[in-house]
RNA sequence: GUGGCUGUAGCUCAGUUGGUUAGAGCACCUGGUUGUGGUCCAGGGGGUCGGGGGUUCGAAUCCCCUCAGCCACCCCA
């Protein structure tokens, strides 16, 4: 082995050591716990597609950003970096046979060919709800209230993190009516979408990019820096766009009935970057505004139709694993979890392996975590052993026919009882 | 993909203007304990100093390349 290399993982991927597993497993569970009390059922796709399927929805340059790659067929496929337009290819696929509104939702791993920072890795899991078949703005009420329902779940409140709802609708609107050309509205978009993140000079750059004069400019960030409170009058105030006036003033009514707005606001830079939001958009961001978005959404009509099926509302949102955990551990509200065990079996005296051997098969028989030493050695250290792997009870067998102990190993207690005893008192408890 | 900073045991870090065989705490393993744990005491394993090359009598230390992490761009589905 003189030629043995140290290979490292790969730039942006993760290891999940048994802690680290528990963790993500607790994320996903709790995903999945919070998606499925809200009416949603899982799906999930293949891990690669046709690069195709990606392309058709936001161009040739989105190829750079993912790993692809030839088959021994020559097909060019590539890894998915998102899943939407798997989703909407199965449901393309049995369109006639769903029944609507189809509430559905996914924890895929995606890989993106992105340079990692913080919150940012090239493998993540993301959490994705979606309703599809709906063009009512409940289903945009349901996925927002969704992703509240499981900030809340997990301990953040209304100071740690908040739902920042905007409207591509309302500020496209605006747009035109500032004489904005449509050939010049995905670029202003995009420019609007940038400015909080960008300096106040390369905002200008990208807007003189787009097309807009400065009195455009101007009047654009006027209307969008107004303050919250006033965020209803000034929608109120526009004309010329009833229905998603409409579906604005509702979203908020049902949030507000679902008990969630606390967690929101409207607030009109949100436009999302990407051009096939046509409706409700939103992020979920840290109180602080210290990391990138944990969470971002909103709804896109035209996404279904361009993946070759019927034109059918939809919307829904994504949620990052990688993002979330570091908040979470900001904010201090990681479980902590533990390697667990119910039982750890240790022989007593002279007891012989083969009674420690069938006490712990009759445990394992019926359904409790057990476990043993491998090593015959003193009770003491057995003892250290089952302290060391977590166990919340020790089994103390002192041979064939004599009352085992029972150990509690969290406040020392200790009881003995016949096995028989003990294992009818699991077989009940099962 | 571009630029800046960083890189010493599993983890957190020491390592003095380049100078013997690279250290500590925690973690891990073993023993003290023919026998009821967490404490304590003692001992041990584990690092070719991210990797490769160069300068030098001598490199963890200086130089170059590369890999990775963080940060800023790009992008953010």
């Known amino acids: 082995m003189s030629d043995a290399k140290n290979i490292q993982s790969v ?6 050591y048994p802690d680290d597993m528990r963790l993500r497993n607790w994320i996903a569970d709790t995903w999945r716990e919070v998606s499925l009390r809200n009416g949603f059922e899982e799906y999930d796709a293949p891990i690669f597609e046709y690069l195709d ?37 199965m449901v393309n696929a049995r369109i006639n046979a ?29 959490w994705n709800v ?27 409140t209304p100071d740690d993190v908040v739902v920042r709802i905007g409207s591509r609708p309302l500020v ?23 400015r909080p993140k960008i300096s106040a000079e390369a905002f200008a750059e990208q807007c003189a990019k787009a097309g807009l004069s400065d009195e455009q400019v101007g009047a654009i960030c006027e209307f969008l820096d107004v303050p919250e409170t006033d965020s209803l009058q000034q929608v109120a105030a526009v004309e010329g766009m009833d229905g998603d006036r409409n579906a604005i003033l509702q979203l908020r009514t049902h949030l507000e009935a679902m008990g969630v707005w606390p967690y929101c606001r409207f607030d009109w830079h949100i436009v999302r970057g990407l051009a096939y939001y046509t409706g409700i958009v939103y992020e979920v961001f840290d109180a602080a505004g210290s990391l ?16 070759g099926g019927p034109k059918i509302g939809a919307t829904g949102f994504g949620m990052g694993d990688v993002v979330l955990a570091i ?10 979890t533990a390697g667990r065990l119910d039982y750890f079996v240790i022989d007593d005296r002279e007891c012989p392996l083969s009674l420690v051997l069938q006490v712990v098969s009759e445990i394992r028989k019926r359904g409790g975590q057990a476990d043993f030493s491998y090593k015959r050695q003193n009770t003491g250290k057995q003892l250290k052993e089952a302290n060391r792997r977590g166990a919340a009870a020790a089994v103390i067998v002192r041979g064939a026919g004599k009352p085992i102990g029972i150990k509690n190993l969290a406040n020392g207690n200790q009881t003995d009882q016949p096995l028989e005893d003990f294992l009818s008192l699991l077989d009940k408890t099962r």
């Not at 990138?292 to 993946?307: C, I, K, S, T």
């Not at 908040?327 to 902590?336: G, Q």
């Open 11 to 16: 730039k942006g991927t993760r290891d999940f």
């Open 292 to 307: 990138r978005a944990v969470a971002g959404g909103g709804r896109y009509d035209n996404l279904v139709e361009v993946l």
């Open 98 to 126: 769903l029944p609507r509104p189809i509430k559905w939702f996914s924890v895929p791993r995606l890989c993106r060919a992105e340079n990692p920072q913080r919150g940012r890795l090239r493998e993540f899991f993301q």
């Open 172 to 194: 496209v609107h605006k747009l035109r009516q500032l004489g904005v050309a449509e050939a010049a509205m995905d670029q202003a978009l995009v420019a609007l979408d940038r």
């Open 130 to 156: 979606d309703v599809i078949g709906s063009d009512d703005v409940l289903a945009d009420a349901e996925c927002i209230y969704t992703a509240v329902d499981f900030l809340r779940q997990v301990g953040l």
């Open 53 to 89: 399927l990606f392309t058709i929805k936001s161009g040739d340059e989105i190829a750079a950003q993912l790993f692809s790659f030839t088959d021994r067929g020559g097909r060019s496929l590539a890894i998915r970096p998102e899943i939407t337009p798997s989703l909407a290819r």
């Open 327 to 336: 908040l979470l551990k900001d904010k201090d509200k990681l479980p902590h």
